[in-house]
């Protein structure tokens, strides 16, 4: 009976480790929050909701080489979905990178081109990177407005930007660019500004947010995950300048000829000193060095390979001689040297090398010559740098060797707080849950024994059936070896299931069958009728009939349970 309890306390914890297991495989979207599209609002504001394709086109254009070597086309392709690393918000879809190695380019324009005069300008967007970057860009371009208007078949590296920002990495390069194009107001001609000391991209396949500010006042400020990493200066912190130089060397100007600027020469009044060697070698022999005691002078420092043996094809009128390879010799091994000892060198003490005549002032010395100055004729001064050129769209001309990049919740406009509340309804949620799920996923193992059936049977089973599972999707049989008695209970629960599903079918049917009527009485049935008549026609030899039993002179009939009468 012990036993019997036994494997019925097994057999219900294992159904229930079943079901626990089952139940934490799944991951449980109610701990997700849904999306939901912001209410902000911003000169550009993106979310990648379903009708994304009515504002976003990829290029049909192509794509060559500094040198004009070669061609490429932005065959790249791009998608819209749900992030399937680490997703974090319900429904929350993004745009995606789906092409390795190759040239992607999709750009989307704005309603109203954002002019940024005096104003404050905001640029923000996450990026995701779920396969990890090693060699490739994740940066935006902000498109600058043209009379001919922006075609997106035709966005190409060519296609003038005012400003690129976002993170870049290939190899030991790896950066955040603040990038923008400034209009010379003399030539009108445009030239980048590059940020110096850029931060370094944040590679992780969490969403990460980059977000850019440029007051009208020309500073700066980068901040990732909302984090300042870098903060600066327009006028200060780029290169080339923003301004020219006010004075430049006059390229006319050259140096005179009697110009000196040597501030010293050799004194010529200098003697070498009558006891100066110049010939004294830098080494001698060390005289008191002495051999070291076990010298082996008498053994070489090489013998021949005692177990080496000629070849058997080895023809010595054809090859020559044949002599066995060199070995070191093992006897001066253990001895501090063989062969013969020879002296140690050691630096000369009078050694003092070739003599130069000591260097005094120079008389004639007039100290470095510089070209005069003369008036920048290309000079201007342009103070306010942050009122860029006019942006008309935005857009992402890319080459990468990774793909599954998403790009997310893009905010450009002029409100600082706007874009930190975004930010606060999307990626600070996200980043949340993404994070834990990153926490989790990386969190090991831990080696502790599980607990013993009989102390804890719901959670040794669930531990041992959830190895059992892990093990049996990548080889069924494989599991049964490894773990024969949760295959066993697997079985044994499916065949105790089978029987009670077959005995409570069988008690079903046998229901609905209708029983005959039954009633107690001592008269004889129409059955015991027909026995009876059957009875008079055998004539069995004994004399004896069923259903009666002989006890001396008396009878009982078995059929009615009467006694016969008495005899008077």
Known sequence: MKCNRRFLVLLISSALAVCISAEEAVPSAEVRPEFKPTTIKAPFLEQFTDDWTKRWSPSEATKETKDGGETFSYVGKWKVEEPTVFPGILGDKGLIVDSKAAHHAISASLNNSLDNTNNTLVVQYEVKLQNG??????????????????????????????????????????KVHFIFRHKNPKTGEYEEKHMNSAPSAKISK??????????????F???????????????????PAINPPKEIDDPKDKKPDDWVDNPKIPDPNAKKPDDWDEDAPSEILDQDAKKPEGWLDDEPTTIPDPEAKKPEDWDDEEDGDWIPPSIPNPKCEEAPGCGEWNRPMKSNPNYKGKWYPPEIENPAYKGPWAPRKISNPDYFEDLHPSNFEKIAAIGFELWTM????????????????????FA??????????????????S????????????DNPVEYLRSETDEFIKIAFEDPLDAVKQKPEIAGLFGGAAVILFTLLTVLFNLITSAKRPSAPHKKTDEPTPDDKDADKADSQDDGGDGDNEGEINAGEKKINKRSGKKPPKDN
Not at 136 to 160: C, N, Q, R, V, W
Not at 406 to 419: P, V
Not at 424 to 433: L, Q
Request: proline residues 5%.
């Open 133 to 174: 970057l090693e060699c490739g860009g994740a940066y935006m371009k902000l498109l600058t407005e043209s009379e001919k208007g922006i075609h997106a078949e035709e966005f190409s590296d060519k296609t003038p930007y005012t400003i690129m920002f976002g993170p870049d990495k290939c190899g030991a390069t790896n």
């Open 443 to 454: 969190k090991p193992e831990t080696a502790e024994q599980p607990p013993s059936i009989w």
């Open 402 to 421: 990774q793909n599954n990049i998403l790009f997310d919740n893009i905010y450009i406009g002029h409100s600082e707080e706007d874009a930190k509340k």
């Open 206 to 219: 969490l969403s990460t947010l980059y977000t850019l500010i440029v007051r009208p006042d020309n500073s």
């Open 221 to 239: 400020e980068i901040r990732i995950n909302n984090e300042s990493t870098k903060t600066g200066d327009l006028l200060k912190d780029f290169s």
């Open 424 to 441: 606060e309804e999307t990626w600070v949620i996200k980043y949340k849950i993404e994070k834990d799920a990153e926490d989790l996923d």
